[in-house]
């Protein structure tokens, strides 16, 4: 059983035309009950984040800030950040579930959770509306610390599969080649053609190209001099690269049981679902 976090509250952060939107959880909270999904979960019940909570990843400046500006009416804090009169009490609530969740998940309550809580926060640093990791890059430079550990890529020592696309205008591939010299264990970095979806979404067909290499110079332009192009996907290339290291083929495991029996073969209902 599923633990399922979700508030109509949620719903009083308000973005207008912005991708994110209520209208998001609205349809999954749809499809759930359409599938007699949400039934089968479990509703915890949960508090908003405390304060002191809070100020283990924001300064108390910075959550004083973002109180301060949504009791004014809100607007735009930066250019994709939208914040509504609502919108501090719906994050806090939001904050509370996850953490609630993490609890409840480490502490063998439930095997797994789903947080249908907005507005998301994967792109605030502690004292700014941006990335801890995407704008301040603290992971890349080991300066990212979680309970008190400062967190270390080079500690990574399995070996590790990179792809970057081409035109990727939100993670350039020279930019995310510099991955390769962080990670322990061998990097194999496969630059796929296209931009920053369809390059993963790339299955093989004539016009996929690709160029792999096990040989991973810190300059991305020399590793570019020396790649190989390939017609081919990266799918295909992982597939190799995987099958080196993924053991022996083993029987597939029975899924579902009498209490939460299987709904539909693989690949499921929602690969073939269509957005109305």
Known sequence: MTLLYYDPRFLDHVTGRHPERPQRIKQIGARLEQNNLAGQCARPEWQEASRQRLERVHSSQYIDYVNAFARRGGGML??????????AEVARLAAGAACDALDRVLGGEDRTALCLGRPPGHHATRTAFGGSCYLNNELARGEMELAGEKLSLAQVECDT??????????????????????????VRFCLSSRGHIAGV???????????????????????????????????????????????????ARDVGSTTHPPIDVAPGQYVRAKAS
């Open 201 to 251: 979404v790339n299955p093989p067909s004539p016009k996929a190209k690709i160029w792999p290499s096990a040989n991973t110079p810190p300059d991305p332009d020399v590793w570019w001099e020396q790649a190989k192009e390939s017609h081919s996907s990266w799918w295909e290339d992982w597939t190799e690269w995987i099958d080196d290291r993924a053991g022996g083929m083993v029987d």
């Open 161 to 186: 599969y990179i792809v970057a696309a081409q035109n990727d205008h939100i993670a350039p591939w020279r930019s995310s080649s510099v991955s390769t010299q962080l990670l322990g264990g061998d």
């Open 78 to 87: 930066d250019p994709d950040t939208v914040v509504s009169p609502a919108s």
